[in-house]
């Protein structure tokens, strides 16, 4: 992995930002890095814990720097009201990256601005939970969110809430992105991949 400073086009301008680069060959470090965070879940759970620890984002987001081969923004770069995790160099894209190991809700920012979203989901883990075992198998997809799709979900359903309504009142909308989007409209992932096999 090697970090870079790059010029980057956004609608503020062009600026210059450090990016984070991955490399096939960091996928034995982030393997590693899977396993101690699967041994300190199981500590967790071990010592009367009820949750698992939440999935890293610094390894989600290198997974999907590698998968995708785009740079990871390691800043935040003053004068833009830009909210993204990724840069795609190729396409001039934003991206921003929610990744999931349960069926919980995903939080978003109130004036979160990207041209693409990415949903990453440990899908054999969050079904595991049920049984009582956790299947800490590795394995993960990456879906293609449809952002245009957002403004009207609802996010809280005793006011009604939408997901624009709660940007609006400066909240962090939150809603259950396999539940609300993946599941009812049947989307398939774009990548699918097991960190156990690398």
Known sequence: MK???RTIKLPEGEFNSNFMFFEETDRTMLKKMFKDWVNLCRQSLEIGSTRIINFPEGLSEAIFAIDFKVGRATENISGTSSSFDHYDFKNDKRIQLKA????GPS??????????????FLRELADSKKSGERNFSGK????KIDSSLLPSIICNK???ETFR???EQGKRPRFTIPHELIDPLNLKPLLTDNILSW
């Open 3 to 5: 970090l870079q400073k």
């Open 100 to 103: 999931a190991t349960s069926y």
């Open 107 to 120: 939080s978003f920012g109130p004036r979160s601005v990207y041209d693409e979203i990415y949903f990453m």
């Open 140 to 143: 993960y997809e990456v879906y």
């Open 158 to 160: 005793s006011k009604m």
């Open 165 to 167: 309504d709660q940007q």
